[in-house]
C-alpha cells in the first residue's frame, strides 16, 4: 500500500520533498475528479488531504471519503477535530488505541 497526497502547490510541496511517489497537484477544476480516481486505485492504502479541500467537495464525496476504510483519509490543516484521525485509526484496525 502507499501513501498519497492531493492538494494544492503549496499542501503538496513538502510532501514531495519527503519522497512521497503519489502526488496529485490539484485545484478547484479538478478537485473532484482526482478524488474519485484515487479512491478506485488499489495501491492506494493512506491519502492525505488538506481540510478545507475536503470541504470544497460534494456532501455525498465527503460522506465515502468520511466512511472509507481503504484508503484511510487523514485530513491536515483547517479546523478539523483531532478525535477524527482517531476514528480513523479505530475504523480502520478495529480498536480504539486510545484507551
Same mark, same amino acid.
Given at each position: +500500500?502507499?501513501?498519497?497526497?492531493? &492538494?494544492?502547490?503549496?499542501?503538496?510541496? $513538502?510532501?514531495? =520533498?519527503?519522497? @512521497?511517489?503519489? @502526488?496529485?497537484?490539484?485545484?478547484? #477544476?479538478?478537485?473532484?475528479?482526482?478524488?474519485? $480516481?484515487?479512491?478506485?486505485?488499489?495501491?492506494?492504502?493512506?491519502?492525505? +488531504?488538506?481540510? #478545507?479541500?475536503?470541504? /470544497? =467537495?460534494?456532501?455525498?464525496?465527503?460522506?465515502?471519503?468520511?466512511?472509507?476504510?481503504?484508503?484511510?483519509?487523514?485530513?491536515? &490543516?483547517?479546523? $478539523?477535530?483531532?478525535?477524527?484521525?482517531?476514528?480513523?485509526? /479505530?475504523?480502520?484496525?478495529?480498536?480504539?488505541?486510545? /484507551?
Amino acid at each position: +500500500m502507499e501513501l498519497a497526497v492531493v &492538494g494544492d502547490s503549496e499542501f503538496i510541496t $513538502g510532501f514531495r =520533498l519527503a519522497g @512521497i511517489k503519489k @502526488i496529485f497537484e490539484v485545484n478547484d #477544476d479538478n478537485l473532484e475528479s482526482t478524488v474519485n $480516481g484515487t479512491l478506485k486505485d488499489s495501491e492506494i492504502g493512506i491519502l492525505v +488531504m488538506h481540510d #478545507d479541500d475536503i470541504n /470544497k =467537495l460534494p456532501e455525498i464525496l465527503r460522506g465515502t471519503l468520511n466512511d472509507s476504510v481503504e484508503p484511510t483519509i487523514v485530513t491536515l &490543516g483547517g479546523t $478539523g477535530e483531532s478525535s477524527n484521525l482517531r476514528d480513523k485509526i /479505530k475504523q480502520s484496525v478495529g480498536v480504539d488505541l486510545w /484507551k
